[in-house]
Nanobody, 122 residues
Framework: QVQLSESGGGLAQAGGSLRLSCAAPEGTISGYSMGWFRQTSEKEREFVGGISWYGDHSYYADAVKGRFTISRDNAKSTVFLQMNNLKPEDTAVYYC???????????????WGQGTQVTISS
């Protein structure tokens, strides 16, 4: 199990931006596709987007496509989620995790971190 730690969440207004970070122990994410997920009290955890192990390709859920961008710094074992043009429906707890495979939406069985709360006001 790899301990992942999300940060960067907070309160923002609709139309604003936030940048989330996902930190992992040194050397633990290299070679693995990574994904971001989100969950609300009303909905099950859902896939937001994923990035290839090298960071040169990414893909997104339709709900965030064109607004969110995932990047990574393998040297620092960190994955980022840049969220622009935020909407109230983006309000959720955001998590990162390893993906079973690039192009998919399923996480591995790695333990989830504590997540970071994102709240968007209208």
């Amino acid at each position: 199990q790899v301990q992942l730690s999300e940060s960067g969440g907070g309160l923002a207004q609709a139309g604003g931006s936030l940048r989330l970070s996902c930190a992992a122990p040194e050397g633990t994410i290299s070679g693995y596709s990574m994904g971001w997920f989100r969950q609300t009290s009303e909905k099950e955890r859902e896939f937001v987007g994923g990035i290839s192990w090298y960071g040169d390709h990414s893909y997104y859920a339709d709900a965030v496509k064109g607004r969110f961008t995932i990047s990574r710094d393998n040297a620092k074992s960190t994955v980022f989620l840049q969220m622009n043009n935020l909407k109230p429906e983006d309000t959720a707890v955001y998590y990162c995790n390893f993906l079973l495979q690039y192009g998919g939406t399923l996480p591995t069985v790695n333990t989830w971190g504590q997540g970071t709360q994102v709240t968007i006001s209208s």
